[in-house]
């Protein structure tokens, strides 16, 4: 317990010690503060308004960035034209028109669009 005495000493000591360096310095300090008071135009009103309360800044705006995993559609022009104007790009699974022609003894190539073909009107990948 003699311990917790001694140290309670020091802290009043220590204590009496700040207080007595607050009066010292006071005046030096309050002498510099009126300096920068004065270089700076600042007043006492403005020392006594409560500071503007800082607003929290905004989150910096993300990229965007598509979904992972998907990729954009991009259509593909027509590769094959069926007599009654259907057509398919040739990607992805044969449309019916295509496999039932096909069982009927025709090819793939007697529907495929040639560059003198593709002014032909069309339309859309369907089945």
Do not use: C, H
């Not at 009496?16 to 030096?28: V, Y």
């Amino acid at each position: 317990m003699n311990e917790l005495v001694k140290l309670r000493q020091q802290i009043a000591e220590m204590e009496k010690q700040a207080t007595e360096l607050q009066k010292k310095n006071r005046p030096a300090v309050l002498a510099e503060l009126r300096e920068q008071m004065t270089a700076y135009g600042i007043t006492a009103e403005e020392l006594s308004r409560p500071a503007p309360k800082a607003r929290p800044k905004a989150p910096p705006a993300k990229p965007v960035n598509p979904v992972k995993g998907k990729k954009p559609v991009v259509s593909s022009p027509a590769k094959y034209r069926g007599p009654q104007g259907q057509s398919w790009t040739g990607k992805g699974t044969a449309p019916r028109w295509l496999n039932d022609l096909v069982a009927e003894g025709k090819t793939r190539e007697d529907f495929l669009i040639r560059n003198d073909d593709a002014a032909a009107p069309g339309g859309t990948a369907a089945e």
